[in-house]
């Protein structure tokens, strides 16, 4: 018989180095998630002032080799501070992301289906949003048909998007004020 085991444990140097590599991994994707994003979703983080100057550094590099050392000297910075948090944030700011934006793609749709539906999605619109004067939209509907037909500056259609996005708005809050007191009752009985 030998005495060579079978399965040797790895040594504290390999486990440090495989510690600095996955926290590596880590850092780096993170400055490049942050470096890529737009400043408004930058804002959504909350970074504190230092991290943010330090990421403004970073994106203001346009040149290919420079911008990828200021993503490794991002990574180190990141490594200073709490990355798990910042990682969370980050993913809780792209799951937001679509939340921001989707009111202004349920305007450009309701836009799009009054312009090529016409009357019957006129008829739609005013019966989901009571609010809406019908004479006021149909004109607004004409006006938007007859300036895309003409190839005109696309005043009318904005002004009938923005008329939408008003009626949106205006039933949201009322939305969220039910789903708030659905949770309320939900909690009062438990």
């Given at each position: 018989?030998?005495d060579?085991?079978?399965?040797?444990?790895?040594?504290?140097?390999?486990?440090?180095?495989?510690?600095?590599?996955?926290?590596?991994?880590?850092?780096?994707r993170?400055?490049?998630?942050?470096?890529?994003?737009s400043?408004?979703?930058?804002g959504r983080?909350?970074?504190?002032?230092?991290?943010?100057?330090?990421?403004d550094?970073?994106?203001?590099?346009t040149?290919?080799?420079?911008?990828?050392?200021?993503?490794?000297?991002?990574?180190?910075?990141?490594?200073?501070?709490?990355?798990?948090?910042?990682?969370?944030?980050?993913?809780?700011?792209?799951?937001?992301?679509?939340?921001?934006?989707?009111?202004f793609?349920?305007?450009?749709?309701?836009?799009?289906?009054?312009?090529?539906e016409?009357?019957?999605?006129?008829?739609?619109?005013?019966?989901?949003?009571?609010g809406?004067d019908?004479?006021?939209?149909?004109?607004?509907?004409?006006?938007a048909?007859?300036?895309?037909?003409?190839?005109?500056?696309?005043g009318?259609?904005?002004?009938?998007?923005?008329?939408?996005?008003?009626?949106?708005?205006?039933?949201?809050?009322?939305?969220?004020?039910?789903?708030?007191?659905?949770?309320?009752?939900?909690?009062?009985?438990?």
């Amino acid at each position: 018989m030998t005495d060579e085991p079978d399965d040797e444990a790895p040594s504290r140097r390999q486990l440090a180095r495989k510690a600095r590599r996955d926290d590596g991994d880590q850092s780096s994707r993170l400055a490049r998630a942050l470096m890529e994003m737009s400043n408004a979703a930058l804002g959504r983080l909350g970074l504190d002032e230092a991290l943010r100057g330090e990421v403004d550094r970073a994106r203001r590099i346009t040149a290919l080799v420079a911008r990828r050392r200021e993503e490794r000297r991002l990574a180190g910075v990141i490594r200073r501070v709490d990355a798990d948090d910042l990682e969370a944030r980050l993913a809780k700011v792209r799951a937001g992301g679509d939340a921001h934006n989707r009111p202004f793609h349920q305007g450009e749709a309701w836009r799009a289906r009054l312009l090529d539906e016409g009357a019957p999605a006129q008829a739609e619109f005013v019966a989901a949003h009571p609010g809406v004067d019908p004479i006021r939209l149909a004109k607004m509907v004409a006006d938007a048909i007859s300036e895309r037909a003409t190839e005109r500056p696309r005043g009318a259609g904005r002004a009938l998007f923005r008329t939408v996005m008003a009626a949106l708005t205006a039933v949201a809050p009322e939305a969220d004020a039910d789903a708030a007191d659905d949770d309320d009752a939900e909690a009062d009985a438990t």
